[in-house]
């Protein structure tokens, strides 16, 4: 299987925390730069952040980096996504990404595969 597929998400409250995990096989995943990016409703597709190979480069969006963590575990192949102190503008559909090789972009076109989704709903 080459698509990642993303778990977590849901209906969650205003200044809790998120918690996402993303599995891609083994083909897919090694030696890649994997990332998250979210999208809302009417908007484009936003990068949220990203980890590379290794897990010692990590990158995060502007609108978020104060109040996320990335880490991925290169043993089973999965990377992971907290979000703190929710807030409603961060509803939108997140999406776990495989960059394109020797890699670490902040856009949509500079990852290969992509997870289908996962809703995540900010409201009380």
């Known amino acids: 299987q080459v698509q990642p597929v993303e778990t977590g998400g849901g209906l969650l409250q205003p200044g809790g925390s998120l918690r996402l995990s993303c599995a891609a096989s083994?083909?897919?995943?090694?030696?890649?730069?994997m990332g998250w990016f979210r999208q809302a409703a009417g908007k484009e597709r936003e990068f949220v952040a990203a980890?590379?190979?290794?897990?010692?480069?990590?990158y995060a969006g502007g609108s978020v980096e104060d109040r996320i963590s990335i880490s991925r575990d290169d043993a089973i192949n999965t990377v992971s996504l907290v979000m703190n102190r929710l807030k409603p503008e961060d509803t939108a559909i997140y999406y776990c990404?495989?960059?394109?090789?020797?890699?670490?972009?902040?856009?949509?076109?500079?990852?290969?595969?992509w997870g289908q989704g996962t809703q995540v709903i900010v409201s009380s």
């Open positions: 990404a495989v960059a394109k090789h020797m890699q670490y972009p902040r856009t949509p076109d500079g990852y290969e595969y």
């Open positions: 083994e083909g897919t995943f090694n030696g890649r730069t």
């Open positions: 980890i590379g190979w290794g897990g010692k480069y990590k």
